[in-house]
């Protein structure tokens, strides 16, 4: 199964924060460069949504609920995409997940657990 791989997830106090990474496949290095690559969550009981999103060259975007907050960068070389998470806050408890932007071309991975206490 050809999947991204996610990790860095945890479980931190308010206002704490958490790198996750994210790394392709080698079956699919070849065209990880020509994607907009993105950071996924869902939350228990919300459909997931998107957080931030990169390309391969350019500005990175967020959601309003992470902006100033998150940021998302990624190498190339080693066909990784980061999420870097300050002040993080309860309501940024969820699953993330990695896939490309906008559509969603790789199958979702089992995603990272991020918790964040009160």
């Known amino acids: 199964q050809v999947q991204l791989v996610e990790s860095g997830g945890g479980s931190v106090q308010t206002g704490g924060s958490l790198r996750l990474s994210c790394v392709a496949p080698?079956?699919?290095?070849?065209?990880?460069?020509?994607?907009?690559m993105g950071w996924y969550r869902q939350a228990p009981g919300k459909q997931r949504e998107l957080v931030a999103s990169v390309p391969y060259r350019g500005d990175p975007n967020y959601a309003d609920s992470v902006k100033g907050r998150f940021t998302i960068s990624r190498n190339n070389s080693r066909k990784t995409v980061f999420l870097q998470m300050n002040s993080l806050n309860p309501e940024d408890t969820a699953v993330y997940y990695c896939?490309?932007?906008?559509?969603?071309?790789?199958?979702w991975g089992q995603g990272t657990q991020v918790t964040v206490l009160s």
């Open positions: 080698r079956m699919i290095f070849s065209t990880f460069t020509s994607y907009v």
């Open positions: 896939n490309t932007v906008p559509v969603s071309t790789y199958p």
